[in-house]
């Protein structure tokens, strides 16, 4: 499955932005998804990840309660809504398919989608 992530900004600390990754193909069904991020001379760390079916979410610590994670299979789409946002969010965000298991470290992940930059302002 081939991923595009798209919605990035520049937004102002407690602001929201949300993130689509569409994805091609009618496989999309069958991958859990999950979205990550990366902030310059950092590496890549999960943010959020849904089951295939959606029913179940997990969430790193920085995103619980801020952040959302949900999926339409019909659209082929995965998004990550993002509330009360801080500087410290500033990161590169890619969304990322895995075809079996619900581990999120990144060396699980089976397809990666192109990033799209998030910059949160003081």
């Known amino acids: 499955v081939q991923l595009q992530a798209s919605g990035g900004g520049l937004v102002q600390a407690g602001g929201s932005l949300r993130l689509s990754c569409a994805a091609s193909?009618?496989?999309?069904?069958?991958?859990?998804m999950g979205w990550f991020r990366q902030a310059p001379g950092k590496e890549r760390e999960f943010v959020a990840g849904?089951?295939?079916?959606?029913?179940?979410?997990y969430y790193a610590d920085s995103a619980k309660g801020r952040f959302t994670i949900s999926r339409d299979n019909a659209k082929y789409t995965v998004y990550l809504q993002m509330n009360s946002l801080i500087p410290e969010d500033t990161a590169v965000y890619y969304c990322a398919a895995r075809r079996y298991g619900s581990t999120w470290n990144v060396n699980d992940m089976d397809n990666w989608g192109s990033g799209t930059q998030v910059t949160v302002s003081s």
């Open positions: 849904i089951t295939l079916s959606g029913s179940v979410t």
């Open positions: 193909g009618r496989a999309f069904s069958v991958y859990n």
